[in-house]
């Protein structure tokens, strides 16, 4: 079972470089969310989807954007690196009526 | 504002002895409250949910408890193993209108030694 499968695994970036992570989940789930995890703090929401279609903004979406392309892939845009975007970013899904969430393995983020 | 907040922040013990992680919270209207455990390098995995009505549950060699009152939570770990190194994420829902919204404690990096 893959799961929650993200891509890629690390990146280094410039500042003002763009790139988008990818996620995708094979267990059939509605809502998918992306979160960052930064040392010394909680898991952040950015962005998330409750069902295809939909997307909503999470705690802090400030210089990102998201897609949903379809009901099993969810990728996460940064328009422009900054290095306030170095983070360990990490996909999660969850199926409806239950708040278990499935995380990906997390993408390294080094923006210089 | 809501808010969870854990300790010990980090936690050294001895292959085969127990402990416990702490977990407090300020979030409302309390819905549940998970715990995970996330390895280094890897996403959190959910060990236990705790929801308002239960006081205890156990998996394996994990035991939550949950105080409503209080708003706390405890996750004790038994004859603890190498394996058990990693950090524990507590995570409480809050049920609001527009559904659940979860907040995140900062985590117990914990180390089991030889």
């Known amino acids: 079972n893959a799961g929650v499968t993200q891509t890629p695994k690390f990146q280094v970036l410039k500042t003002g470089q763009s790139m988008t992570l990818q996620c995708a989940q094979d267990?059939?789930?509605?809502?998918m969310y992306w979160y960052r995890q930064d040392p010394g703090m909680g898991l952040r929401l950015i962005y998330y989807s409750a069902s295809e279609g939909t997307t909503d903004k999470g705690e802090v979406p400030n210089g990102y954007n998201v897609s949903r392309l379809n009901k099993r892939e969810f990728s996460l845009r940064l328009e422009s690196a900054a290095p306030s975007q170095t983070s360990v970013y990490f996909c999660?899904?969850?199926?409806?009526?239950?708040?278990?969430?499935?995380f990906g393995e997390g993408s390294r983020l080094t923006v210089l | 504002k809501n808010q969870v907040e854990q300790s010990p922040q980090s936690l050294i013990i001895l292959e085969g002895k127990n402990c416990t992680l702490q977990?407090?919270?300020?979030?409302?209207?309390?819905?549940?409250l998970r715990w995970y455990k996330q390895d280094t390098g890897r996403g959190p995995v959910s060990l236990t949910i705790?929801?308002?009505?239960?006081n205890t549950k156990s998996n394996g060699r994990y035991t939550a408890t949950l105080d409503a009152d209080t708003k706390q939570s405890s996750l004790h770990i038994t004859a603890s193993q190498l394996s058990d190194s990693a950090s524990y994420i507590c995570?409480?829902?809050?049920?609001?209108?527009?559904?659940?919204?979860?907040?995140f404690g900062t985590g117990t990096q914990l180390k089991v030694e030889l």
């Open positions: 995570v409480v829902s809050a049920l609001t209108g527009g559904g659940n919204k979860l907040t």
């Open positions: 267990m059939n789930h509605n809502s």
């Open positions: 999660a899904s969850r199926n409806m009526g239950d708040w278990e969430l499935f």
């Open positions: 705790m929801t308002f009505s239960e």
């Open positions: 977990c407090n919270y300020t979030v409302s209207p309390f819905s549940n």
